[in-house]
């Protein structure tokens, strides 16, 4: 277990170690760092490979949180990397991962080589999507996480026939609702960072589920198309976690990138 006290907060993180390129890990919500257990296990041997836990999530969470931003987040992680003496990593970020990630190579280009984007977009939640999100986290705060709770965001994230959803759920659980709470207003108000993408000059690859219901692959598309050096892959059958539900095609787009990063630098 390690901790890094930066940016006014204790950040849980798994650090694999060793000389290869840095190869950062940022969850989806109400996940945490053990979704890419599969692509740690890929990549650990060639990439020196780290997973954190997130503000509101996992071992990060407090008992109060406070209001932040993705903003706030890429400079978590943009401090999470000074605290480990790397000068610069290729992030890979799921959902509201990949949002904090946009952000940290807009605040912090210096120090991002690649973007890896996993099921994520640069635009604002769906506003279509927002009051059935919002009913959904009032009803989970007010009596925790029932059975039908679970199994909605368990299909939203996970897909309906992911094996280990009873796993998740067992997590979910355990969330307070003051961080369940707090991390959906942060979702639901974050900025639009469309227009910025041209700002964004290192390789990036876009990787989207075709099954995806919590964000449609035209917003993928739009991602893709705004990044100056992007390449958008499609997983059949997969949803949301792709990475996670669909490890073997996503590992394999990821491999192909990262073998073009290290060409290229």
Request: net charge negative.
């Amino acid at each position: 277990m390690a901790f890094a006290d930066v940016n006014g907060q204790r950040l849980y993180y798994e650090d694999t170690g060793g000389s290869g390129p840095a190869l950062v890990f940022s969850h989806g919500l109400m996940m945490d760092h053990e979704m890419f257990a599969p692509q740690v296990e890929a990549f650990r041997d060639r990439y020196r490979c780290i997973v954190w836990d997130e503000r509101g999530h996992g071992q990060t969470a407090v008992e109060a949180p406070s209001p932040f931003s993705y903003y706030d987040s890429a400079d978590d992680l943009a401090a999470l990397l000074d605290h480990l003496g790397v000068e610069k990593a290729i992030l890979a970020g799921m959902s509201q991962g990949g949002f904090l990630s946009l952000r940290c190579a807009l605040t912090h280009p210096d120090k991002v080589q690649g973007l890896i984007l996993l099921d994520t977009q640069a635009g604002k939640e769906l506003e279509e999507k927002i009051p059935a999100y919002q009913a959904l986290i009032g009803t989970f705060m007010e009596h925790g996480l029932t059975p039908e709770i679970g199994t909605t965001i368990a299909q939203i994230i996970l897909g309906s026939d992911f094996e280990d959803a009873d796993y998740w759920k067992s997590k979910w659980k355990s969330m307070s609702a003051a961080n369940v709470g707090n991390n959906f207003q942060t979702l639901a108000g974050r900025d639009d960072v469309t227009e910025r993408l041209p700002e964004i000059r290192c390789p990036a690859l876009v990787v989207h589920g075709e099954a995806d219901i919590a964000i449609p692959m035209e917003r993928a598309e739009i991602l893709a198309n705004g990044l100056p050096d992007a390449t958008l892959v499609t997983v059949p059958g997969a949803g949301h976690a792709a990475n996670l539900s669909h490890p073997r095609p996503v590992n394999a787009a990821i491999s192909e990138f990262l073998d073009r990063v290290a060409s290229a630098s």
